[in-house]
């Protein structure tokens, strides 16, 4: 059964960074795509960034040059780093996985405050 599960999240003012972490277990991780998205109160879930079993990376138009999703195969985890965090930002903030994008992790609340 795979697993992910993230942490990380917390509140932080505007302009503040956080990073957040998603461990993964039970599948071969090293040849898994790995996405992050977020979802705000009262709005659809939206993808943020994916990377690739080959380090390929893309990002959403609104993170790009803020966020950075990076992976350590060691440890089966992947990261997003968040900078220059604005309050639209604010979200539960999901990494996902699968053949069929059919794995969750239970999300990890991010409040920037103003």
């Known amino acids: 059964q795979v697993q992910l599960v993230e942490s990380g999240g917390g509140l932080v003012q505007a302009g503040g960074s956080l990073r957040l972490s998603c461990a993964v277990s039970g599948s071969t991780f090293s040849l898994a795509g790995i996405d992050w998205y977020r979802q705000a109160p009262g709005k659809q879930r939206e993808w943020v960034a994916g990377?690739?079993?080959?380090?390929?990376?893309v990002y959403a138009g609104s993170v790009k040059g803020r966020f950075t999703i990076s992976r350590d195969n060691a440890k089966n985890t992947v990261y997003l780093q968040m900078n220059s965090l604005k309050p639209e930002d604010t979200a539960v903030y999901y990494c996902?996985?699968?053949?069929?994008?059919?794995?969750w992790g239970q999300g990890t609340q991010v409040t920037v405050s103003s």
């Open positions: 990377i690739t079993s080959s380090g390929n990376i």
């Open positions: 996902n996985t699968g053949t069929r994008g059919q794995y």
